[in-house]
């Protein structure tokens, strides 16, 4: 039995997986930084494809929008990894640590200091 309309329990579907939503700039421009950060700090080269996609988590113990990452290397399995923030609050420390946590070796995304 689905829950009640007003229920706070209620997900909607679409809302879940992002669809019907037009990408605001600000989130191209978030999407476009985190995948730069992700295909440096994960070592892919530019035949790898990776999506950069913002969810609702549907588990009460989650923070409400989660970025999810999936890398899809050719050859290789595809990883997704998770990171508790939504897109606009990722930041690259973000990503490699969520990278590091999946247990893969996990690079710099920072131009390095003169």
Not at 81 to 108: H, N, Q, Y
């Amino acid at each position: 039995m689905a829950p009640p309309v007003s229920s706070p329990c209620r997900v909607d579907a679409v809302a879940l997986f992002g669809f019907g939503r037009r990408p605001s700039p600000a989130d191209t421009t978030a999407r476009d930084a985190i995948l730069a950060w992700t295909r440096v700090a994960a070592g892919l080269g530019a035949d790898a494809v990776i999506k950069v996609n913002e969810i609702v988590c549907a588990d009460p113990a989650c923070p409400g929008m989660e970025t999810v990452l999936l890398l899809m290397p050719p050859g290789r399995p595809t990883r997704a990894v998770k990171i508790a923030k939504p897109m606009a609050e990722v930041t690259d420390d973000d990503v490699r640590r969520a990278l590091a946590r999946d247990g893969r070796p996990v690079r710099d995304a920072r131009p390095p200091q003169d």
